[in-house]
């Protein structure tokens, strides 16, 4: 608990935070705090704690000044129930998190932070080559666990993002067109509900169903997955940068890909920096084939303008450095949507005089393609919660800002962000990303989950019908 020192050390950041921080210093002082860590095997961190300030930071800094009244630092599902029976009884809204990646700041609450990180293990069953996570590991204590073996799952490329919120929003990853979605290897998972209660989901169980894609935070608290690896062996993977003839280069990319074998997992982004700089694309990407394979592959992008980076073949681990990204805390927003046609001529041009328009006054923005198809469209949409199975691509638009952007700055760039949102719909036709979920949607519902939601709603009705797991874009009980 708090001493004087670390209360006042805590009223003076809270005060720096203006009512937010008051509402903050309020909710500290009125709940029964000494009980609940009677209750935890874990430990509650307060405002004012060692450590306080660093667990209650989400990525997305635009959601910072939220900061938590409490976080319970939770080491079993034990724990996680006693902190959502605790919250309740308290009337305390609470937020599970695993990673902190929320693109809408939903892992983030002035209430009770459940946070899961020190449930990080990651086992494998050799005889079955089944993974069990924990309900806090994140891509970093896979790459650890798995670094000497020849095994993985879809997994993603920063190491802080936690395997919960990959697994139950989908998971995209380069492995996805070969191996499907992170939520098509889980065969299992753990969860704890609005009452408390623990379960153990398997086979048809319509709530293993909905854990397979519905999004994070909807149904009750993971505590730990059952994943299926496959075998991997070398790979051949690249990081190449386009700096001349970006559309041309761009257009060519999407045309050759969209005729790539599904062992090719890829990614193309079309980067516009702030200030004067041009535009550049860059293209990342596995391959099983060879690097001599992949350049032939590319001939036509390579001969529109030589890339710089590399192209290289290596273990799947170590391969996996290339494509590994550190994911820092950063102010940003992005927008996705699924691209269920083929990406033509027409659709790079308006993406382009879009990217063109930006206002280079924020820090940067870019246009994203991540390829899907293959394995993830050999399920029908009702196979699992994740409704998305038609699409070839997924777009997405980023802006980021720094801290210090002015507000009338970043009010320019943000309306550009949906303009270019807006122009975009149209042309994608598919829905949108539930992982990269997005604050600024009014169709949500129908953009995350299409012709599963009711199915969903009435899940939700069953295990939750008081909406203790809620949030601006949760699901709600039918």
């Not at 990525?59 to 080491?75: D, E, F, H, T, V």
């Not at 930006?358 to 246009?367: I, L, Q, V």
């Not at 993830?376 to 720094?402: C, M």
């Amino acid at each position: 608990m708090l001493n004087r020192r670390e209360f006042l050390r805590g009223v003076a950041g809270a005060a720096a935070l203006g009512a937010a921080g008051v509402e903050l210093l309020a909710a500290v002082r009125r709940l029964p705090w000494e009980a609940f860590t009677r209750r935890l095997s874990g430990r509650v961190v307060l405002p004012g704690d060692r450590g306080y300030a660093e667990f209650a930071l989400p990525n997305n800094l635009r959601y910072s000044a939220l900061r938590p009244a409490g976080i319970a630092m939770c080491k079993s599902a034990r724990d996680v129930s006693a902190s959502i029976l605790w919250a309740r009884e308290n009337g305390v809204a609470l937020v599970a998190r695993s990673g902190g990646h929320s693109y809408a700041g939903y892992s983030t609450t002035s209430g009770l932070m459940i946070d899961m990180r020190e449930m990080n293990s990651v086992s494998l069953d050799e005889s079955t080559g089944v993974a069990i996570l924990g309900g806090g590991a994140r891509n970093g204590n896979v790459f650890d666990s798995f670094r000497s073996r020849n095994l993985a799952i879809t997994h993603g490329r920063c190491p802080s993002v936690g395997i919960a919120g990959l697994a139950l929003g989908g998971g995209i990853g380069f492995n996805m067109r070969a191996h499907g979605l992170t939520c098509d290897q889980m065969i299992a998972s753990e969860i704890v509900l609005a009452d408390g209660t623990i379960q153990t989901l398997t086979g048809d169980d319509d709530l293993l169903w909905a854990c397979r894609g519905a999004g994070g935070g909807n149904f009750g608290i993971n505590t730990s997955f059952a994943l299926q690896t496959f075998e991997v062996g070398p790979i051949t993977v690249c990081d190449l940068t386009w700096d001349e003839e970006p559309e041309r280069v761009f257009a060519s990319l999407v045309n050759t890909l969209e005729r790539a074998p599904r062992t090719l997992g890829s990614k193309i982004s079309a980067i516009a920096p702030s200030g004067s700089s041009g535009m550049k694309v860059q293209l990342l990407g596995q391959f099983a084939g060879t690097p001599a394979g992949l350049r032939e592959m590319l001939a036509d992008a390579y001969a529109i303008a030589p890339p710089s980076g590399v192209v290289t073949r290596d273990q799947y681990w170590k391969a996996q450095q290339v494509l590994s990204e550190p994911g820092h805390a950063a102010y940003y927003q992005e927008r996705s949507r699924f691209f269920n046609d083929a990406i033509d001529h027409r659709a790079v041009a308006v993406i382009f005089d879009w990217l063109r328009r930006y206002p280079k006054t924020a820090k940067a923005a870019a246009f994203k393609l991540f390829q899907t198809g293959g394995h993830v469209n050999d399920k029908k949409p009702s196979d699992t919660a994740f409704v998305h199975r038609q699409s070839r691509w997924l777009g997405s638009i980023d802006l980021y800002w720094e801290h210090d952007t002015p507000g009338d700055t970043l009010r320019h760039n943000l309306a550009w962000l949906s303009a270019f949102y807006e122009a975009m719909v149209p042309i994608a036709k598919g829905g949108a990303y539930q992982n990269f979920i997005d604050p600024s949607l009014t169709d949500w519902k129908a953009a995350y989950h299409g012709s599963n939601l009711e199915k969903l709603e009435a899940i939700k009705k069953r295990v939750d019908p008081t909406g203790v797991f809620k949030f601006l874009e949760a699901i709600p009980p039918s």
